[in-house]
């Protein structure tokens, strides 16, 4: 069997979609594992790490208590020699500064981080992958691509843009609903002709749009 994101190398180990560092200690059960090949599963643990850490420090979510829960971990990590690097880099890039642009993830009025959305939406495409192969039991064929939007990404003062936005969301919300863990991570998908529309949040408040159709179409 190939590995389901690349396509290309066996399939020798399987994956946690969604990812598993989102959710506290002990982990739910029902996290879905698909197969994949080693390089795809480890060049993608530090984007795993990096998504899990920004979103657990985003103000608005700090109600959710699997949120608080993982948030505590993060902060311990954070003392962490091996992980100093990585640490390090990011606590660069916290700032006291308000980021609202399409480069940059809104994270409330505290302490705030510059967020690097390509990545955070690289963690959602693969999920949305994984749970694409679990509903469908096929890979998304190569002739297709898979889009991902942060929700918060998106210029709210387009009107157009907003309404185009509220319709896309309001057509996906009505399709099958999947909840992983206490709400850490809910998904709706739906299919209209040969794509797939996935709303997906996290924590109950940050949310992600993925779009999957054939490329030329
Ligand atoms: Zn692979």
């Given at each position: 069997m190939q590995c389901i994101y690349c396509g290309i190398a066996e399939a020798t180990t399987r994956d946690h979609v969604p990812p598993?560092?989102?959710?506290?200690?002990?982990?739910?059960?029902?996290l879905i594992t698909v197969p994949c090949c080693e390089d795809c599963r480890h060049g993608q643990s530090l984007d795993d790490e990096y998504f899990t850490r920004m979103v657990a420090m985003r103000r608005d979510v700090g109600g959710h208590p699997a949120a608080s829960q993982v948030l505590k971990s993060v902060h311990r990590s954070f003392a962490k020699p091996n992980k100093w690097r990585f640490n390090q880099a990011l606590l660069e890039s916290v700032s006291e500064i308000e980021v609202l642009t399409p480069a940059g993830l809104y994270l409330g009025q505290a302490t705030t981080c510059r967020v690097s959305l390509d990545r955070l939406c690289r963690v959602i495409k693969r999920t949305t992958l994984g749970l694409y192969f679990a509903e469908f039991?096929?890979?998304?064929?190569?002739?297709h691509g898979c889009k991902v939007y942060?929700?918060?990404?998106?210029?709210?003062?387009?009107p157009g843009l907003t309404a185009r936005l509220k319709r896309v969301i309001g057509y996906a919300s009505q399709g099958k609903l999947r909840v992983f863990g206490d709400e850490v991570f809910m998904c709706f998908a739906r299919e209209v002709r040969d794509a797939t529309v996935w709303i997906h949040l996290v924590y109950g408040r940050v949310g992600f749009l993925a779009i999957t159709r054939p490329l030329d179409a």
């Open positions: 598993k560092s989102l959710f506290p200690k002990p982990r739910p059960s029902d039991g096929v890979r998304l064929p190569d002739n942060a929700l918060d990404g998106f210029d709210r003062t387009d």
